[in-house]
């Protein structure tokens, strides 16, 4: 079953993430947490991570600054990364994008938003 | 577009994205009224969630509540009784602000180009006044020092019997 790493600087964030996520019926096995992008980046690489949901405006290290580290590392390439973000404009989704994420959820959402989101890369029960 | 026009603009941005927050993911009854402009000496408060951002223009975001009302819409956000004030509260506060904050500022970004958000920070005490003090290096006030003889655009909100308030500092940038 998938392991999912969620980076947020939020805990309370955190915790509805995973809330979310549960209650939407998507397969998760264990959830991996980090703080910032620089955290999420020592998690990724140190831990068999199946999905990455990555915040953009944190301390340390952005998510978007994660993004390039990580798809620049060379490491787990495959894995992929959606934003989950209050970043909603165009060129932020394009720059995320570009830089290797593969899916875009802005902050506010709804269950059914983050289930659409994530279905593409989690089975359902 | 003049300064005035453009701050009922971002008000009406402030109440739409607070709209869309707790239909979505708080799920309180919400209701509001027209903004109005609020002298500092005016506020008195218990928590301040507040988001700055900069860009082509400048300005704060901030989410002015009592305690009770912070419990309240910290507990339906995570669908926890909470009673104490704890950094949980604090953190959902800021996370409340930041997603008013944040859609607020795409709509900006749509009309005026790139803006950059900061990190929330949150305040909390009792019957709190907010004052914008020139060089003060405190890292809120210096947010606000920018800021110090300008009103709050306050936007007032009641959601499950509590009142709120949002407000708005924003000026144009090298002006």
């Known amino acids: 079953m998938p392991k999912v790493l969620i980076i947020d600087d939020s805990a309370v964030m955190r915790k509805i993430i995973q809330r979310n996520i549960q209650q939407s019926g998507l397969l998760v096995d264990e959830f991996v947490e980090a703080g910032d992008g620089r955290e999420g980046l020592e998690k990724a690489i140190s831990n068999n991570i199946d999905l990455i949901l990555c915040d953009w405006n944190m301390p340390n290290m952005t998510g978007i600054d994660f993004v390039k580290a990580f798809r620049s590392s060379g490491q787990k390439s495959n894995i992929p990364i959606v934003m989950v973000t209050t970043e909603g404009g165009e060129t932020k989704i394009e720059e995320a994008k570009s830089n290797g994420a593969n899916g875009y959820l802005t902050k506010p959402f709804t269950p059914e938003q983050l289930k659409s989101k994530l279905g593409n890369f989690l089975l359902v029960k | ?175």
């Open chain 2, 1 to 175: 577009m003049t300064p005035e026009s453009m701050m009922e603009t971002v008000c009406l941005d402030i109440t739409e994205s607070t709209k869309t927050l707790f239909e979505t993911m708080i799920m309180m009854d919400l209701k509001y009224d027209e903004a109005s402009l609020v002298d500092d000496t005016q506020i008195k408060t218990d928590v301040i969630g507040m988001v700055s951002f900069t860009g082509k223009y400048h300005g704060v975001i901030a989410l002015f509540c009592s305690k009770t009302f912070a419990l309240k819409v910290a507990s339906a956000l995570l669908m926890t009784e909470l009673n104490e004030f704890t950094s949980e509260v604090k953190d959902a506060i800021g996370e409340i602000s930041n997603m008013i904050a944040g859609n607020v500022k795409t709509k900006l970004t749509a009309q005026y180009g790139d803006m950059h958000l900061s990190i929330p920070i949150v305040i909390a005490g009792e019957g709190l006044s907010i004052t914008a003090v020139n060089n003060h290096p405190v890292v809120a006030e210096t947010t606000l020092s920018c800021f110090s003889k300008d009103p709050w655009l306050m936007t007032p909100f009641v959601s499950n019997n509590e009142k709120f308030n949002i407000g708005l500092l924003l000026r144009e940038s090298n002006k």
